[in-house]
Each structure stands twice: as C-alpha cells, then as structure tokens.
C-alpha cells in the first residue's frame, strides 16, 4: 500500500524529472545535474550517483550545477552529501555553477546536519541491570498500591461517619453503570458457567453412579469460586477500566491539579466514592452471579433427569451459610481491590494521548493478577483455619 | 507574479451552514498573509478549506493553478504534498519522538535513502532550533517548542505553501519573536509562502506583508492590505477596534462601513 503511493506520488510528480549525466575520463568524474531536485525526484537521482560513484576508484569528481534547482532541504542534502563525499567513498565533489538561489538553500543546510544523521541510538543495558531495574520497579509499584490501598481503607470510615460529606450522587452514579448496567453480561456469563462445570463433570461423574453430586459440585463451585471471581472479572474489565480511564483523562487535562490546588483531596473527592461504590455492589452483583450459576447447573442436572426437589435437598445437605459467607467476603475484598487498583492507576496515568489507554489496560492486569492471588490466599486460609 | 493561492466566490461553512460568503483574493508566491478576524469570525473555518480539510459550499479553491476541490487521486496528493500545514495544538504524534514525528513524512511519502531522511530531518530540527530534542517525545516538551516541532514536521517535504493556524497561542514573547524570526528566514531564503491565522499584533507588524480580515456579521473579507494601512488609514470602525484594541468599534458614517480598504 504504502509503496503504491509512493509509486502514484512519482508519477505523479513526474512532470518535473531531474537528470544526472555521468562522465568517467581517466579517473576523472563528471556528473551533469539537470533539473528540479525535491522531495519526489532526489530518491532516484540519489541512488543512481550512489550506484555510480561507488563503483570505481576516482581521482577527482565535479557535479555541475548550472542546470539544477533545488525546492530545499531534500535537494541540497544530495549536493551537500556529493560535496563532502558521502557518495563517492569520501571523494569530496566539487560543486560548479550553483545559482544563487541554489546556493542560499545550501547555506542553510550545514554540515553538522550530514555528519549526525539520524537520533542517538537508544542505550540498552546489560540483561542483570535490567532485571535490577524492572524488580525495583515491581517492589516499588507493590508498595505504592499496598499504601494506597491503605489511605483508601484510612479515608472511608470518615466517610461513613460523616455522611453529609460524601458525595452520595457519585457513588450512586457509579453502582448504577458498574452495577445495575452489568446485570445482563454477569446473568451470561454466570449461567454458563453454571452450565460448563456440570456437563464437563457429569460423565466421569457417572461411571461412579455419582451423579447427584452435581447438585454439591455447582453449590460449592458457584458460592465459593466462580460467583466471585467472574462478578470481580467482569467488574474488572468493565468498571476498573473506566475508573482508571476517567481519572487518567481527568490528570491529562490537569483536572487533578485543579482540585489538588483548590485545597480538595483527589482521593477523597474522586476515589473514595468509587471504592465505595465497588464495596457495596460487589458482594450484591455476586450473589446474583451465584444464583444464576447455580440456576445453569440445575438446569442441566434436569435434563439428565433430576427431579428439581432432589436437586435442592441435596445442594441444602452439603451447602451452608459459611460458604456464601466465604464467597461474600471474598466479593467485598475484590470490589476492594478493583476499586483501590484502577483509581490508583488512574492518578499514576503519564503523558500523552497514549498515557489513558495505558493506565485502563494496566488496570485490568493488575486487577485480574490480584483477584486470582487473593481468591487463593483467602482459599488457602479458609482451608487450614475455617 | 502568479498567484499559488487564489478563491473564486469561496462560500466557507460546515454542512448547510453558512459562515462565510463571496470569499475573493489571491495570494502570491513569498507573500505572508495573515488571517485576522475576532474569535469565532471563521478563520479557521476558512483555513480548513484552504487546505482542502472541508470541501467548499460554493466557489473555489485554487492551489498553485489547480482547482482543490476537482483534484482528485495522485494528482491530489501531489497538490496536498505542496503546502504544509501547522496546525494550532501542534498535532504530533504522541508515542513518536520529535524526530520520528519530523521524520515520518520523508519515511512515508517519499523514497529517499534512509541516510539522506536522516539528513534532511537534522536540518529541519536545527532550523527551528530543537536539535537537542530529538529523541524527546511531544508531551515532554513545553508548548513553544511543540509547536517549533510541529512547524519542522510542515516543512519536512519543503513544501511551497506552509498555512499556520495560530501559532504564536500559548507562547510567550522571546519564543513567539524566535518563530517569527524563522518564518522570515524561511520565507526570505526558500521563498515559501505563508498564510497565517493569528491575533497576535505583534507578529503581524513583524512578518506580514498584507492581511486579510474577515467578520462575523459581514460574513466575508471586509478589509485587505498592509498591516501599517490598514492600522493607520482605515476608515472601517471594526479594523480600526482589532488594530488599536478597542472594546467596541467606534460608529463610522454608514459609506464608510462595508466594502474593501
């Protein structure tokens, strides 16, 4: 595509062509130059010298430039390198006949501008200094979301104390898009997982005859594991990515500032409320993620017969109310940690136009990565000490 | 002198709206023209159809002998490769470097040889005087040298027409001097043409050779001339507010209120 229009772009240009004539004579070099030389013609007029003059082995090289107009730096970059013998393996050219006006455009382009070409090359270091660097950066980065997680915990009480202070239409603002909006994609996603898990593990189920522990399998998995974790996921992805976008955009347009210098605490203006509202509809949008799944897997188990009352004397034998208690708990400790984790990578958001986009998917990451390692410390611990 | 800018009857606007009618001048090769006007009287609306950005209501646009608007595939870019355009945030790209940003013009439209891309972009940098910048992004830069960044990257393919929309906002004096100091240079030494939108009075004075101002009530061009003319000796009560900052325009006789100085 893109050599098309270069390719459209010569011809197009082609009206106004440059030519170089070259004379070899006992290693003697003569180059006529004939024409324009701008952005579309010196390509080809270039490498044709290029090829030429790095053929041979010459004693002298004159470039008459009594017949060439140049439209500006592309021009006398050619006759700039041809004079100080870029082409020509340092044979310097001597350049006769310039106009006047040609000559001026070659004032302006100095021979600093033929000797550094190009940006310094970026340094790389060694591959331990590097991972020194990238482990102080993940300490550091861990430290700075543990602390901030903490000023979150330390400025919600206040909030609660004092209610007249929050402000409530934001938090309802946002347990309305992140909550209420949410409410179909979790049904999905719930129920099909509810579905997945019992048609993947009724077949080995029923090499046993044990298939009515289905009904405990969907109980446990849908209260203890998946409710939670697909409410926090999908909150993640959703929500925590707004919430880093938003306060992302809000630093890049200095809005942050604006606040900060008006005497009004971003995290108290900004981020407590978001965390609140995480808290609160998290644990609620999960026990309607694990009603749905559970709905899922029965709906299967009764299609392979089960009536839906065995169905429900058997998930009330094996499932009680310190496994929702589990799964609450671990609902409100994710909404914590999507709350707290996307508005602190929100307020870390750079510069730039790419800085917003950067800080939404590093929010995701960081949300999902610490949604699994708390979903198993708290796993772990509920096993050893219930 | 042949004119490289020239509108015939221009109507400028977006959609069915109207925001300026029977736009007639032309513009020489070398001339800087400056745009002026009060906030909102459709400069930058004009500017978008100079650089063929909205295509025109009615009327017509020529460039450099060709009509914008009846120009079409490569003979288009080609007349688009002609003029550069300074745009008023700057418009560079933001996960680029300044130099990859001057560079990428040269690197997409052109087949130069990687070494002389390199060239040409050192040059381009050194003119506006950000040499030392090029491997900074945009958004570490302060808004002077975005905008000195943004002007190396206009004239990357030295184009014969550069169109600047206000480029000395935002800037203070010593760095809008320092751009106007290099619009001269590059008007003096490569004879490029300028069409400038701005309100600074300063800059006027400094670098334009004739100025046009529209209105927004008259809906067109309402004066054109030099800048000391128009300052000195225009009978037009609304010149005279943009030239000596008056608040209101002071009320003329009625012949003298409409028309061209």
């Known amino acids: ?386 | 002198m042949n004119a490289v800018i020239e509108t015939k009857d221009l109507v400028a606007g977006y959609g069915e709206r109207v925001v300026l009618e029977k736009i007639n001048f032309h513009i020489n090769q070398g001339e800087v023209v400056a745009v002026v006007g009060r906030s909102g009287s459709g400069k930058s609306t004009l500017l978008k159809h100079l650089i063929g950005l909205n295509p025109p209501l009615g009327g017509e646009v020529w460039i450099e002998g060709k009509n914008l608007a009846q120009t079409i595939g490569p003979e288009r870019q080609e007349l688009l490769r002609t003029f550069g355009v300074l745009y008023q945030s700057g418009a560079l790209f933001g996960s680029m470097t300044v130099f990859e940003n001057v560079r990428l013009p040269l690197h997409e439209l052109t087949d130069l040889p990687d070494r002389a891309k390199d060239m040409v972009t050192n040059s381009k940098l050194r003119l506006v005087g950000l040499s030392d910048a090029a491997n900074v992004l945009p958004a570490e830069l302060s808004g002077g040298m975005q905008k000195r960044a943004a002007l190396a990257r206009a004239m990357a393919l030295d184009p014969r027409i550069l169109f600047l929309d206000e480029p000395s906002v935002g800037l203070d004096p010593i760095t809008a001097a320092g751009l106007d100091e290099t619009i001269l240079q590059l008007s003096c030494s490569f004879g490029i043409t300028f069409v400038i939108i701005t309100h600074d009075m300063e800059s006027i004075f400094t670098i334009a050779s004739r100025v046009l101002m529209v209105d927004e009530e008259a809906r067109t061009i309402i004066a054109e001339g030099k800048p000391a003319d128009l300052r000195d000796h225009s009978k037009d009560a609304r010149v005279r507010a943009l030239f000596h900052r008056q608040a209101r325009p002071q009320k003329q006789p009625r012949s003298t209120e409409n028309g061209h100085q």
Not at chain 1, 58 to 79: I, R
Not at chain 1, 203 to 211: H, M, N, S, T
Not at chain 1, 230 to 238: D, F, S
Not at chain 1, 338 to 362: D, F, K, Y
């Open chain 1, 1 to 386: 595509m893109k050599d098309k229009v270069k390719d459209e772009a010569r011809e197009a240009g082609a009206t106004e062509k440059v030519e170089a004539k070259i004379q070899t004579d006992a290693g003697r070099v003569k180059v006529a130059l004939k024409g324009r030389l701008d952005a579309q013609t010196t390509g080809r007029c270039w490498r044709q010298l290029e090829g030429q003059l790095q053929k041979g082995d010459f004693k002298s090289l004159e470039v008459d430039a009594s017949n060439v107009t140049v439209s500006g730096a592309v021009g006398a970059a050619l006759l700039r390198c041809l004079s100080e013998g870029g082409l020509s393996h340092g044979l310097k050219a001597e350049l006769r006949g310039l106009k006047k006006e040609t000559a001026t455009i070659l004032d302006t382009f100095s021979a600093d501008d033929y000797r550094t070409t190009g940006p310094e090359p970026r340094r790389h270091a060694a591959v331990p200094a590097e991972v020194g660097v990238w482990m102080r950066g993940l300490l550091s980065d861990l430290h700075e979301q543990i602390s901030f997680i903490g000023s979150v915990a330390k400025a919600l009480p206040p909030a609660l104390v004092h209610p007249k202070r929050m402000r409530w239409g934001e938090v309802r603002r946002v347990m309305e898009t992140a909550g209420a909006n949410a409410l179909p994609v979790v049904a999905l996603v719930s129920a099909l997982v509810g579905v997945v898990t019992v048609i993947e593990a009724a077949r080995p189920l029923e090499k046993f005859g044990a298939q009515i522990f289905l009904a405990d399998m969907i109980g446990f998995s849908s209260i203890r594991d998946t409710g939670p974790i697909v409410t926090a996921i999908l909150l993640a992805g959703r929500s925590g990515s707004a919430f880093a976008a938003e306060l992302g955009t809000m630093k890049v347009t200095q809005e942050l500032d604006a606040l900060t210098t008006m005497g009004l605490d971003p995290l108290r203006f900004l981020v407590v409320q978001r965390v609140m509202a995480a808290l609160l509809l998290t644990p609620v949008l999960c026990l309607y993620a694990m009603l749905i799944g559970i709905l899922g897997g029965m709906v299967v188990m009764r299609s392979l017969g089960f009536p839906p009352l065995m169905i429900y004397n058997q998930l009330l034998t094996r499932v009680d109310m310190t496994d929702v208690r589990v799964g609450l708990t671990k609902a409100a400790i994710f909404g914590m940690v999507i709350g707290c984790v996307a508005c602190l990578r929100g307020l870390q958001t750079g510069l730039g136009p790419s800085a917003v986009g950067a800080s939404a998917t590093r929010s995701v990451v960081a949300c999902i990565v610490l949604i699994i390692l708390s979903n198993t410390l708290i796993s772990t611990l509920d096993y050893f000490w219930p």
